[in-house]
């Protein structure tokens, strides 16, 4: 019996260190979750707000049906038991407490209901919306497309932006650890606002505790609900469907605008579009490939292979790497395709994007190959023909080839005169960037007829 109560003290002294070191980690996380929260959030939506007076009333409920219950046992237990000379009655049946019984609790389960059915018609009336936005799900992140309302045309990516180092351990957690990202949904406040939800590759499910919403995200099907929410802020959520190995970083984030913040917020996104407008037909020059490349790099790669191109734990290091490094189609095939952990980003990114990431992470940090992908063989690597060269890890494997073979060529050119020679040189050179054509030389290097 001691055993058993040291082991529970220890179970209990552990949780608390735990609970005080998780407490001291972080704080409250803005229009998230709180440290130590055991209740609903504080409700910002009509529905929000019913559902957390229906979890209370229905846990008064429970707790009266408990104590009642149980005080009952405890009572005959206690005043009952056989020490004071109390024996147990005898008898099989009773057709008034059977009565009792199965009314009581049909009445308790209508009270219950009635409410509830009406909770659940309301969240479902997705009618008279004044803004429509698709949400996507992808592993791992949300795309959001403006559908129907002002802002109509808007489409973009949220993807974490928590630093890889927090996620290690290599660095103290904020606040808004796995909780922030680079472009949050945002929406005009007191506007009802209906949600479609799919996804692209498995199920997700979009999720925002402050405003009573939780749709899943499942391929192939279209799903729907609303909210309206009534103060402006920043809410946070969470994708609530185990979707693979990043399920963890794919938060949800709402910003909630006044009328006058959000129309400017539409004005400046249109901007942006506009200024971003892809033409994949266009041939870019490295300076524009390699500065929209660090963008499509920070919002989508980052987060895995590092800021700095070193990876990180099963995420390989790009710099230095075999695949930016070498053959520029097999780099193609990978962004494109996927492989083990990494996803498949063809189906995310169009073929600008693709484009000026390869580029970028070609020709950065030590990576200094001076390929240039354009959208064009993008697009033909879709249809199977992949683009050719960028082979700079066999280039430098062959310079000792070329190397061994310039005495050779020396003394075929010692030999042969000065015809042999220049072919010689030729070979030499043909060797040193790995490309040898013996049938070229042969002809460049033939005596008149």
Known sequence: MKTIKRALMGVLATCGLLSAHAALAVGDSPG??????????????????????????????????FIGVFGVMFYSIIVHRKSKGYKAANFHESTTVEIIWTIVPFIIVVLMALPATKTVVAMKDTSNADLTVKVTGYQWKWGYTYVKGPGEGINFFSTLTTPRAEIDGKAPLTDTYLQEVDNPLVVPVNKKIRIITTANDVVHSWYVPAFGVKQDAIPGFVRDTWFKAEKT???RGFCTELCGKEHAFMPVVVTVLSDEDYAKWVDDQK????????????????????????????????????PTGKGAGIFPALDGSKIANGPIANHVSIVLNGKGAMPTWGKTLNDVEIASVITFERNSWSNHTGDILQPRQV???RNGKMPEGGDHLSGAAAAPAGASAAPAASGAAAASGPTASIGAKRAVLASRVGKVQPEAVAARTAPAA
């Open 379 to 381: 697009a033909d690597a």
């Open 233 to 235: 802020g920043t809410y």
């Open 32 to 65: 998230g979750p709180a440290v130590n929260e055991i209740n609903f959030q504080p409700p910002v939506t009509k529905i929000a707000e019913e559902l957390y007076h229906l979890h209370m009333w229905m846990l008064l409920l429970c707790t009266v049906i």
């Open 271 to 306: 901007k942006k579009m506009a200024n971003e407008n892809d033409d994949p037909n266009r041939t870019y020059t490295m300076a524009e490939l390699m500065a929209r490349g660090a963008e499509v790099y920070k919002s989508n790669c980052a987060v895995c292979h590092q």
